[in-house]
């Protein structure tokens, strides 16, 4: 410990260093002489040592001190808060969530981390460098699954830049409660459909038809809503020639 190396008399500290051999090598002695470069003007106090937080706000060492450090230096006021649906599983909201943030690990993101591909180009379409807007919004394929699930559930063609013109899409439209959340809930599972699709192809090198990712949507919207909403009386047939009109 620091006070059984140094004693300090009224005026003078001395160092006992105890050593059980001599720093004899370059590097020791050159360490030596950094240590006693930098305790040579040090105010050295007797008394018992004690913890200090140092971090600002609250005096004491809380875990929300801790949090309030991090935020600090943040701003935070023009963050997008993502709606959860609860109709939906949590893993395609998950996976909405982090496409929105462009988390997802497509070859844009990869490539930014420091990792070397053979090949950055969408898997969907081949064109352009794989990101989450273009996978899901400019991509070829996407936009013919946005454009047949706009005409499945009757509400106007989409216009998407980002993933979160996506999410927020039903904010200009006049739908009830209960057909705003069918509508989100669509355009998560889509977009879960489309991220399932990308991954076929680049992990199985499965080539996808739209037709049948459409499909895939509305079984799995069925399904989901059906089963989490207090819909339950929704039939196949309706809901597979228009989500909204049964509801
Ligand atoms: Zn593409």
């Known amino acids: 410990m620091v006070e059984s190396r140094i004693t300090l008399g009224s005026t003078i500290k001395n160092l006992k260093w105890n050593w059980k051999r001599e720093p004899t090598i370059a590097e020791e002695v050159g360490e030596l002489f950094g240590l006693l470069e930098q305790i040579h003007d040090y105010g050295w106090a007797q008394g018992v040592d004690s913890w200090k937080w140092v971090g600002g706000g609250p005096t004491n060492f809380t875990v929300y001190a801790v949090k309030q450090l991090f935020i600090s230096d943040q701003n935070y006021s023009d963050f997008y808060k993502m709606r959860w649906n609860g109709w939906i599983p949590l893993k395609c909201n998950v996976l909405a969530w982090r496409a929105e943030l462009d988390r997802l690990p497509t070859s844009a993101e990869l ?11 969408c898997p ?23 454009d047949r699930v706009a005409s499945w559930y009757g509400l106007p063609p989409l216009y998407a830049f980002e993933v979160r013109d996506l999410l927020s899409l039903t904010k200009g439209l006049k ?62 047939k309706d809901w597979y020639d228009s989500p909204l009109i049964l509801l």
């Open 111 to 121: 490539t930014k981390r420091g990792m070397i591909l053979q090949d950055i180009n």
């Open 124 to 146: 969907l379409c081949g064109d352009y460098t794989e990101s989450s807007a273009h996978l899901f919004t400019a991509c070829i394929f996407a936009l013919e699954m946005w």
């Open 175 to 236: 739908l009830q409660k209960h057909e705003t959340r069918t509508v989100h809930g669509i355009v998560i599972t889509t977009l879960w459909c489309i991220w399932i699709a990308r991954n076929e192809m680049v992990f199985q090198r499965k080539k996808v038809k739209v037709v049948d990712v459409i499909a895939k949507i509305k079984a799995s919207s069925f399904f989901w809503i059906r089963n989490r909403s207090k819909f339950k009386c929704i039939e196949w």
